[in-house]
């Protein structure tokens, strides 16, 4: 082994001060050093972490790097499997059984034809920040409701529940819980859960849970695929949408160049995707001893995998931690790659394009009504990166 290789001793708790959205400073630093670090997991196990994005893109294409939970190699006791039907921890054949079903229910075009729905639901969520105004959190207001209706309408969630759901929801990816709390969200969304998949499987109706129930899936592996579809639909996209607003404003020129060229909306979400990368990392487990970067990864070994650096990656991108909306260099990494590759990837652009270009045409004098630095960001602990709330303010 390299003895003069770069060594990372734990996962950064915190980003810099008025740096909320780069990766944190000491990610950037191992990334310089070069894209294979060495890692220490929190549990005292030896791995690795991967920072530079040619080498992050090929451990997620290659199948001798596991997404099994039970092989993660991070801690001294034993991990168990993932629960039926919660697919983004498995490999195939499990991972196909349960995902294949689910492509055709979220192709671009099935999700285009949503376009007009998410309009209203954009629109209605603005009359009421409008009606409330002139300042909102943008969070509670805007970047929640807006995904949350949207993936609980395609599962068909009734209404009335869907604010306590999102609560759930919160709770147990927000990152700031203790374990009891966790558990207890967990379990009570798994509990609601096991009430509406039999509810669909007695009554169907025209949603993508009650087209899922006429299969040969269980009810657990059903209950699973919802867990992993209401969480990744409903949080990634409310952080995309907080922060993603919260850069903008930030960034003013960028900002201005968007209000001048509303067709400017496409390249704008993909760059937002990728200078914010609010999914920070995954992991990997080598099923053999594999090269990467030169090194050898052995047999049973975990990597860590750096979504937000690979995205700032200078061999990859010019002038990678600058917000630019007319940046043409593509293919980030904010959804993924190879066999996991986003699910939702396209409902997600859908609903960024739709809410910002709204949310921009509606209050063009918007702007922040506190201070940056006190705006309250989720913790690094957080699965998914994001802020907390966002105040803010508009006209005169």
Request: hydrophobic content about 40%.
């Amino acid at each position: 082994m390299d003895e003069s290789l770069h060594t990372v001793t734990t996962l950064p708790t915190e980003r810099r001060p008025g740096c909320p959205f780069d990766p944190p400073a000491e990610l950037i630093e191992a990334r310089g050093h070069g894209p294979i670090s060495r890692y220490t997991h929190p549990g005292g196990k030896s791995g690795w972490m991967i920072t530079g994005y040619d080498l992050v893109r090929s451990v997620l294409a290659d199948p001798r790097f596991s997404s099994r939970r039970e092989l993660l190699n991070v801690v001294d006791f034993e991990i168990p499997a993932a629960p039926p039907g919660e697919f983004l921890l498995m490999d195939e054949p499990q991972h196909g059984r349960y995902r294949k079903p689910l492509v055709g229910k979220f192709t671009a075009r099935r999700m285009r034809l949503l376009t007009e729905r998410i309009e209203q639901i954009t629109t209605d969520c603005l009359d009421a920040m409008e009606k409330a105004g002139p300042t909102a959190d943008l969070v509670t207001a805007f970047a929640k409701p807006i995904p949350t209706v949207i993936i609980c309408e395609l599962l068909g969630v009734p209404y009335e529940d869907r604010a306590s759901f999102q609560e759930q929801i919160d709770t147990f990816m927000g990152g700031e819980t203790g374990e009891e709390e966790l558990i207890a969200a967990y379990t009570a969304t798994q509990n609601y859960l096991t009430g509406l998949v039999a509810a669909k499987r007695a009554n169907p109706t025209d949603d993508v849970l009650s087209e899922l129930a006429d299969s040969d899936l269980t009810n657990e592996e059903l209950q699973g695929i919802s867990l992993i579809l209401l969480a990744a639909g409903f949080d990634t996209t409310a952080n995309m949408l907080a922060l993603g607003a919260f850069a903008l404003l930030q960034n003013p020129e960028q900002l201005a160049a968007l209000r001048a060229d509303p067709a400017l909306i496409d390249q704008a979400v993909e760059e937002l995707l990728r200078y914010l990368s609010v999914a920070k990392t995954f992991m990997r487990t080598a099923l053999e001893d594999v090269e990467v970067g030169g090194q050898t990864i052995e047999a049973g070994t975990t990597v860590v995998l750096s979504y937000n650096t690979a995205n700032r990656d200078p061999e990859r991108y010019a002038d990678p931690h600058a917000l630019d909306l007319h940046r043409q260099e593509g293919g980030h990494l904010a959804f993924g790659h190879g066999i996991h590759l986003c699910l939702g990837a396209q409902l997600a652009r859908i609903e960024m394009r739709v809410a910002f270009s709204a949310l921009l045409a509606r209050f063009p004098t918007l702007r922040l009504a506190v201070p940056a630095e006190d705006v309250a960001l989720r913790p690094e602990t957080a699965d998914i990166y994001g802020v907390k709330s966002l105040p803010v303010t508009w006209g005169a």
